[in-house]
């Protein structure tokens, strides 16, 4: 594939392939700062406009609008509070805070800087190690991804700032409400009570953005009029200096490499990857205890993890036939609507291809950086408009993305339902980023403890006897749900 | 008394509640297969038991706790833009995009105290007009139509 690397260089340097790789790059940061739009609809959306295209501009095109939707959905996460993408709602944890202190540009930079190198090294890792990457994810079955979504919950313990119980409890609403719909199992129907409109289960962006962003409008509607016209100051992205990164580079890189492996696995995702990476963050970063309060090390290990999926997750799809998830499943369609059979023979028989792709992936996380922060200057002035106008306009682009998310108007009662029930827990002091992680892992969660039960003969113990790796992150989950528990019960805290 | 009745230890009561009557909801139903691992109700079982214990320990907790509810400042405004804004997306499908988004920014800004009609005209018409013809005219991803007429 190397030997192939010139004439890849040389497709993706000429007008055609600059302009997609640039114009791609610009859309994808758009649509995924758009909430609701995400990155699955970004790539279905660009998805016809490449069916007229060559193959290496046409795939380079979607991977194009795909990395930078992933980094595009942290914009509004950080400035407004509103996840664009699933993937980014760990990033409001900490970016809107800081935003919120006046140090949204300074957010930014640092999300920029996480998901240029969590991209980069994932598009480093995709030239290398795609065939040993392909292969540890063979070595994970149910069992194994069962422990590690295990380890991937318990970051609602140190997310859930002000009350653990309460914390877990919101985690066990959100992991319930995924719960509701096919069962994924025989596929029978659950907590549906004949409503028809149930049985795809609720739409995990529309409750997302329900419970962050629609709540979030209630909240300013229901404060004084002299709080109401606050909102986020920024002037654009202020790049984090050289001794800023002190202490927080054994972070990043541990988020990247989780993000990688996360991203071969299939079925997990970048959201996913994000929450693991972000308790694993609040575990053993030396700044682990700002974690919730808008410490820069929760938006490294989010933003550096959902961006080095990006590269992971094309392992399984190009080597193995396997997506990971959703958009790469799109993705895959692409390449067989484009003549191309995606399996273990594709880069013998595609080498200049698969160089360009490579490549090609590699230059537009580089793009990353200079687009990243034009774009998000372009953003300012927006923010600068008066409150009024914002909220509403929040609102209505809310309808508009989740009605596209799946073009059914019941999401948008889903949403507005979880509007008001976020407002009504937000005003108990529920945190709300545990019931998002339980309805993001609940569904894997659910599916593989199952699967294991039955590879097991229902016998749970045996899910540790015989699977060393399942063991190990097992222990892993115990020690990250009890050392916070241990800690905040000495200091009297638990409630 | 107050403590018992203060909106925190409603709110507990009321997820208690709804907890309770999901669990009994799960019995009584009919799958083809009752295999531990096969049921369909084995893992909402699972979280259930674990909702209504956690609910169990906050309520308990908020009984004995002084802590108050965060103060609503403007309770008319609120109710205006939480009652408007479930009209909209109610109405949305229905009535199409353009006409109800108009409304509610009108609703919207009147409540957070925009007053200049014609900055309010503007807006309303503006935001929801741009993503007509964005969507529906340009990028061809219709959003929900009018009853009166298939342009908005």
Redesign the interface.
């Known amino acids: 594939m190397l030997s192939a690397l010139p004439e890849a260089i040389s497709i993706l340097l000429s007008l055609e392939g600059l302009l997609v790789l640039t114009l791609g790059t610009i859309l994808g940061i758009v649509l995924g700062a758009m909430p609701g739009i995400g990155s699955t609809v970004a790539v279905a959306?660009i998805l016809p406009f490449t069916l007229t295209m060559s193959q290496a501009p046409a795939i380079i095109l979607l991977l194009a609008v795909y990395a930078g939707s992933v980094y595009g959905g942290s914009i509004a996460a950080i400035l407004i509070n509103t996840p664009g993408t699933p993937q980014s709602a760990a990033t409001c944890l900490d970016g809107y805070p800081m935003a919120q202190r006046g140090e949204a540009g300074l957010a930014l930079g640092w999300a920029t800087v996480a998901s240029v190198i969590g991209g980069l090294v994932s598009a480093v890792v995709l030239i290398f190690a795609a065939p040993q990457l392909a292969a540890l994810a063979l070595e994970f079955g149910p069992i194994e991804t069962f422990s590690l979504i295990l380890l991937g919950m318990t970051c609602i313990v140190s997310v859930s700032t002000g009350?653990v119980?309460?914390g877990?409890?919101a985690g066990?609403?959100g992991?319930?409400l995924s719960?509701v719909g096919g069962?994924p199992?025989?596929g029978?129907m659950?907590?549906t009570?004949g409503n028809w409109q149930l049985f795809a289960g609720f739409n995990l962006l529309a409750v997302v953005i329900g419970v962050f962003a629609?709540s979030e409008?209630?909240i300013r509607?229901?404060?004084?009029?002299s709080?109401?016209s606050e909102l986020v100051s920024f002037n654009g992205v202020v790049l984090p200096r050289m001794k800023m990164w002190k202490g927080r580079v054994r972070n990043l890189a541990k988020s990247v490499a989780i993000g990688n492996v996360i991203g071969v696995l299939p079925g997990t995702g970048a959201a996913t990857a994000a929450f693991i990476s972000y308790a694993e963050g609040r575990r053993s970063s030396r700044n682990g205890g700002g974690f919730g309060k808008g410490e820069p090390d929760g938006i490294v290990s989010s933003e550096a993890a959902n961006n080095a999926v990006t590269g992971g997750a094309l392992v399984p799809t190009m080597a193995l036939g396997i997506p990971g998830d959703a958009i790469t499943a799109v993705m895959l369609a692409t390449l067989t609507l484009h003549g191309i059979t995606p399996g273990p023979k594709l880069v013998e028989d595609n080498p200049t291809l698969i160089a360009a792709i490579f490549a090609g992936f590699f230059i537009i996380n580089l793009l990353l950086l200079p687009l990243g922060m034009l774009l998000s200057r372009v953003a300012a002035p927006i923010l600068r408009i008066?409150?009024?106008?914002m909220?509403?306009?929040i609102?209505?682009l809310c309808?508009?993305g989740i009605?596209?998310v799946r073009g059914n108007?019941f999401d948008?009662?889903v949403?507005?339902g979880a509007?008001?029930v976020g407002?009504?827990?937000r005003?108990?002091?529920f945190p709300m980023a545990p019931l998002v992680i339980g309805m993001v892992l609940g569904p894997t969660l659910?599916l593989t403890?199952?699967?294991g039960?039955?590879l097991t003969d229902?016998s749970f113990p045996a899910f540790f006897t015989g699977h060393p790796i399942a063991l190990v992150l097992g222990l892993a989950a115990v020690a990250a749900l009890l050392l916070p528990l241990v800690r905040s019960m000495r200091k009297g805290t638990v409630? | 008394m107050q403590r018992v009745t203060n909106e925190r230890v409603l709110v507990q009561i009321g997820l208690l509640i709804v907890a309770v009557a999901l669990f009994a909801s799960t019995f009584g139903q009919q799958f083809s297969s009752a295999d531990l691992a096969q049921s369909p109700m084995f893992f909402p079982r699972v979280i259930l038991i674990l909702w209504m214990g956690l609910g169990l320990i906050a309520l308990l907790q908020s009984i004995r706790s002084d802590e108050r509810t965060t103060k609503i400042d403007s309770w008319p405004r609120m109710a205006v833009v939480l009652v408007a804004a479930l009209i909209y997306t109610n109405v949305v499908a229905s009535e199409g995009f353009f006409l109800p988004s108009v409304g509610f920014a009108i609703v919207c800004l009147l409540a957070f105290g925009i007053r200049r009609p014609w900055l309010l005209i503007l807006f309303a018409l503006l935001v929801p007009g741009a993503l007509v013809v964005l969507f529906n005219h340009t990028l061809g991803m219709p959003l929900p139509t009018s009853r009166f007429t298939y342009l908005f």
């Open positions: 959306i009350s119980v309460k877990l409890l066990m609403i992991i319930f719960t069962d199992i025989l029978e659950r907590f009570f629609l409008v209630f509607a229901s404060n004084q009029i709080t109401v008066r409150e009024a106008f909220m509403t306009a609102v209505i309808v508009v009605y596209f108007p948008l009662l949403m507005g509007g008001v407002f009504l827990m005003r108990q002091g659910e403890l199952r699967q039960l039955i229902g409630g």
